[in-house]
C-alpha cells in the first residue's frame, strides 16, 4: 500500500474522474491495509475508470487531518462529487460505503 498523498490533476472532470477519494490511514495498521484493500477491490468493481483515490498517512503527515476534519482513523473522503462525505471504519461492509459514495441508493 502506498501511503503518501498523490496529486489529483486539476482537469479530473474532464479525464472522466466523477470521484475524487481520499483515504486517511495511520501507517501500516491491519486496520489501515483493509480498509485500503476494500476501498480498492470497490473502486475497482463499481467506480472502474471514474475514480482518483488519495491515501493519506497521517504518521508521515499529520497536518493534512486538519482540512478534512478528520477524528478517526481509517477515514474516505469522498470531495466529488459535492457535498463532502465521510466513512469511518476499515470499509468492510460494502453496501455501506456505495451508499455513502452515492453509488447505490438506499433500498427500504
Known sequence: MNTTAVPVAQDDTAAG?????????????????????????????HLAGQYSLEVIDLTQTPALAVGDQILAIPTLVRRLPEPIKKIIGDLSDEERVLVGLDVKSVVR
Open 17 to 45: 474522474i466523477a470521484y475524487q477519494l481520499r483515504l486517511y490511514v495511520a501507517g501500516q495498521t491491519a486496520k489501515s491495509l483493509i480498509a485500503f484493500a476494500n476501498l480498492k477491490r470497490i473502486c475497482e468493481t
